[in-house]
């Protein structure tokens, strides 16, 4: 039921995958750019693999930007659908799929193989965002979910973290390039 949701989602289809494209746009220039920030010491920015770390929708701007561009390293999806124009292809790289309480299990027929998935128990959408600990009154509104805010989002950090730590290119690798 979720690949027919995302298919048939053509506002948000093309929302995404403009995002997708202008994350392409941004990189492409942005070896034109480094040269004019002081102490920058990182040339070749714009040819480095990179990895994409969004919520809900910039979930799936990182998936789609990730299926159609190999500077993508690892994506790390945090309650996003699956939206774009790649539905069905997804990315050959690092995947980690973070899911609410209501959503787990809605993407697992689009993730790529071997990605991970995790889904915190009474975790809801606004749970993952910064939100959460600022507004505890949302918990009242039943907007997030009844886990502890400050803790969901240090766990969320330490996820997010350790994952793309795993993920990252060795200096051999690095050297290569």
């Not at 980690?96 to 309480?101: D, G, I």
């Not at 502890?148 to 996820?159: L, P, S, V, W």
Request: overall charge negative; aromatic content about 6%.
């Amino acid at each position: 039921m979720g690949r027919h949701y995302f298919e048939s989602a053509l506002n948000a289809n093309r929302i995404v995958a403009e995002r997708a494209a202008d994350i392409a746009h941004v990189l492409g220039r942005l070896n034109d750019v480094a040269p004019l920030v002081p102490g920058l010491q990182n040339p070749g920015l714009g040819e480095q693999s990179i990895f994409l770390v969004g919520l809900s929708l910039g979930g799936a701007v990182a998936t789609e930007f990730a299926a159609m561009d190999q500077r993508a390293g690892a994506v790390v999806n945090m309650d996003g659908g699956i939206f774009g124009t790649r539905i069905g292809h997804p990315p050959h790289i690092p995947y980690l799929m973070l899911y609410s309480s209501l959503t787990e299990g809605l993407n697992d027929v689009l993730l790529p193989g071997g990605a991970e998935r995790q889904a915190p128990p009474h975790a809801a959408h606004l749970n993952y965002h910064d939100i959460s600990i600022l507004m505890p009154e949302l918990r009242f509104f039943g907007a997030v979910g009844r886990t502890d805010a400050r803790r969901f989002i240090e766990e969320r950090n330490r996820t997010v973290l350790d994952f793309l730590n795993r993920n990252r290119p060795s200096q051999a690798e690095l050297s290569k390039n």
